[in-house]
Structure formats: structure tokens, C-alpha cells
């Protein structure tokens, strides 16, 4: 089991940057491949970016390449997601989420944290 606490989130406005956060629990956290995740209102939730385990890949959505990086601290037990050039169509709540090495989706979620961009 894996729980994930988000933080950082915020209003910000367009072209702003915000960093979020996500502690997870456990002392397999570097097995774990890490993603965010986002659901803007009245939309599906979407996968925005990922990493694996040892930071060796990561993916990102098209409509974030660029401004958003994606990383980890396997000391710390956290994945960062950092946010630039924010644009209102970025308004979100955005959670992170954990796969082991045998999960074949992402089975952990954290609670989420809101981003609201204006423009």
C-alpha cells in the first residue's frame, strides 16, 4: 500500500509558475513509477506526466511539453511536479498517483490539489 499526499497548489496567474508536491509513504517508494495526473471541471480526468522508478523516463502530455518537468527525490519519498508559462486552460485539480513494478495501472491516487489559472 502507497499513500500519497499532494500539496502546492494554488491560484496563480497566466504565465505563472507553481511547483506541487507529493509525499507517498512506504520504504519501496523508489519501485514505484509516479505520475500526475489532472481533472479540469466538467472534463475527464487526464494523465499529464510520468516518471519511473530511477528517473530513467518520463512522459509527457503535448499539451504540457515544455512547461511542465516532472521529477523525484527517492530520499524524500517525493515527485515534483514543476509548472511553467501556466495558461488558463491548465485550471485543474491535479493528483498524483503510484504504479509498482507489477501494476498494470495506476492503483494509488492521492486526494488532489486544486490549480486555478486567470487569465
Known amino acids: 500500500q502507497v499513500q500519497l499526499v499532494e500539496s502546492g497548489g494554488g491560484s496563480v496567474q497566466a504565465g505563472g509558475s507553481l511547483r506541487l508536491s507529493c509525499a507517498a509513504s512506504?520504504?519501496?517508494?523508489?519501485?514505484?513509477?509516479m505520475a500526475w495526473a489532472r481533472q479540469p471541471p466538467g472534463k475527464e480526468r487526464e494523465f499529464v506526466t510520468t516518471?519511473?522508478?530511477?528517473?530513467?523516463?518520463?512522459y509527457y502530455a503535448d499539451s504540457v511539453k515544455g512547461r511542465f518537468t516532472i521529477s523525484r527525490d527517492n530520499a524524500k519519498n517525493t515527485v515534483y511536479l514543476q509548472m511553467n508559462s501556466l495558461e488558463p486552460e491548465d485550471t485543474a485539480v491535479y493528483y498524483c498517483?503510484?504504479?509498482?513494478?507489477?501494476?498494470?495501472?495506476?492503483?494509488?491516487w492521492g486526494q488532489g490539489t486544486q490549480v486555478t489559472v486567470s487569465s
Open positions: 516518471i519511473t522508478g530511477r528517473s530513467d523516463s518520463t
Open positions: 512506504g520504504r519501496t517508494f523508489k519501485w514505484y513509477s
Open positions: 498517483a503510484a504504479r509498482g513494478y507489477a501494476d498494470r495501472e495506476y492503483p494509488y
